[in-house]
């Protein structure tokens, strides 16, 4: 299921009070977290599960059949990310598990010089900054939610949200918002509200999913950029614009963008598997940055395809 065919609150995108269930796995030296591949790209935003339900089961709400595709593992991704140069990668948490990150934290402790993690946490938990800082240990380094407008108007005043945000800038952890255009004015409050807490906007905010790049929408995510610690995702291509490649229409968003928030908060991802679907490949996605915008210098290229994903999330 694309981001192009699922809307936010649709099964994938529920709006999540999500938490970590079960252990995290044992945590390892903070020498290994700290190891790095310097050389190769980073692919901050995929999507990793494997058909095993016996093992690592779903959520009730979700059915087998809604697993599409079946399976999507850590080797499968790597059949597509490794050939182009592409070695180090953000998994973010999958809506199948819903609560429970024991999956993603088992690949990012099998696979700890490839893969850091965005967890879903409960914020109405009591014990949640605990929680927080327990993941990690496991290499968690941000913490996903759904901010629908409705949801992220709401967090604003909400104490149990407010101390996520806070502990997230302690913890030197990011707030990752999966967010619709429409919420983007309440993101801005909250941003103004907990200035410290470093904040990911996903896919662009979704601008474009109607084939259409709105002027209001785009100039909301731009004044996002008065926030130092706010970070943009140019993501799902597969999803936005056109949804053709070479994606090319999609260059004066990624432009405007570099020229607001600067290269070094910018940060390309594939969203796989739904980028390797319906005809679309890893390869055309990062192609894109790499070669498809002219008026990128190489400098822009090394923060959007590594520099900025390296400080946010293994820094």
Known sequence: MSLNSSPLLSSRRTFLKAAAIGAVSSALPQAVWAETSASGD??????VWTPDTDR???SKKYKKADMQPASFTPEE??????PVGVDRIVLIQMSFYEFDNQYMLDMIAKYPKNFRGVAIVDETKPDVCNTMRELKKGGVTGFRVYANREATESWVDSKEMGAMWKCAAENGQAMCLLA????????????KKYPDTRVVIDHFAR??????MEEADLKNLCDLASFKNVYVKTSAFYALGKKKAPYTDLGPMILRLCDAYGANRLMWASDCPYQVEKGHTYAESIALIREGIDSLTADDKAWIL???????YWS
């Open 56 to 58: 690592y089961p779903i």
């Open 207 to 212: 601008i474009g999913v109607s084939g259409r």
């Open 42 to 47: 980073i692919d901050a935003h995929v999507h």
């Open 180 to 191: 619709n255009p429409d919420a983007l004015p309440a993101v801005k409050k909250l941003c």
């Open 77 to 82: 991704l790597f059949a597509h990310s490794k």
């Open 306 to 312: 590594r520099k900025t994903a390296e400080n946010v």
